[in-house]
Antibody, heavy 118, light 106 residues
Framework: QVTLKESGPALVKPTQTLTLTCTFS??????????VSWIRQPPGKALEWLAR???????FYSTSLKTRLTISKDTSKNQVVLTMTNMDPVDTATYYC??????????WGQGTLVTVSS | EIVLTQSPATLSLSPGERATLSCRAS??????LAWYQQKPGQAPRLLIY???YRATGIPARFSGSGSGTDFTLTISSLEPEDFAVYYC????????FGQGTKLEIK
């Protein structure tokens, strides 16, 4: 069974850097073809893809956010980390990680709500 | 960026009725389209991928169709647990989602 779980701060201040961790089980990012992504969802709004990391350490980012995002992996810990710099109140959202299986997000973690406020 | 437009924004139906949800892409995505269901306070769940294939464990009352720019998710006979928000997603050119259709009880 594949499970993913996000962790990180619930509250960050404007201009700060957000660091989120996705810890997963049932998969390994050292397995050829494995990919993990981050997606976010502002309250009451639609989903937005943020970043992807592959088993071979290839990394891809949303065009609109790429200057602020960094994705990395720790294969030994079964973790993927996302950092987002210069946080703003508009970045308030639930942040999800998900396995990317042939281009489809399945399964998803439960999500973690991050509020940006001073 | 490929824009996905879902309609209607809200669909009000009764249990037992048939639901038809639409997703239109701003350019062809071939069959690279998926549908997700999201219930309040939960993460999205993959229902349909490659436009018409049901994901593991998804009931047969859910079906998807379409190709190119026009896609449909059909729920043949609504069960109480089907009332939720549905999103489409394309993977033809990176990943984008539609704005969602809320399926509510009439």
């Amino acid at each position: 069974q594949v499970t993913l779980k996000e962790s990180g701060p619930a509250l960050v201040k404007p201009t700060q850097t957000l660091t989120l961790t996705c810890t997963f089980s049932g998969i390994s990012l050292s397995t050829s073809g494995m990919r993990v992504s981050w997606i976010r969802q502002p309250p009451g709004k639609a989903l937005e893809w943020l970043a992807r990391i592959d088993w071979d350490d290839d990394k891809f980012y949303s065009t609109s956010l790429k200057t602020r995002l960094t994705i990395s992996k720790d294969t030994s810990k079964n973790q993927v980390v996302l950092t987002m710099t210069n946080m703003d109140p508009v970045d308030t959202a639930t942040y999800y990680c998900a396995r990317l299986d042939s281009g489809w997000f399945d399964p998803w973690g439960q999500g973690t709500l991050v509020t940006v406020s001073s | 960026e490929i824009v996905l437009t879902q309609s209607p924004a809200t669909l009000s139906l009764s249990p037992g009725e048939r639901a038809t949800l639409s997703c239109r892409a701003s350019q062809s995505v071939s069959s690279y389209l998926a549908w997700y269901q999201q219930k309040p306070g939960q993460a999205p769940r993959l229902l349909i991928y490659d436009a018409s294939y049901r994901a593991t464990g998804i009931p047969a009352r859910f079906s998807g169709s379409g190709s190119g720019t026009d896609f449909t998710l059909t729920i043949s006979s609504l069960e109480p647990e089907d009332f939720a928000v549905y999103y489409c997603q394309q993977r033809s050119n990176w990943y984008t989602f539609g704005q969602g259709t809320k399926l509510e009880i009439k």
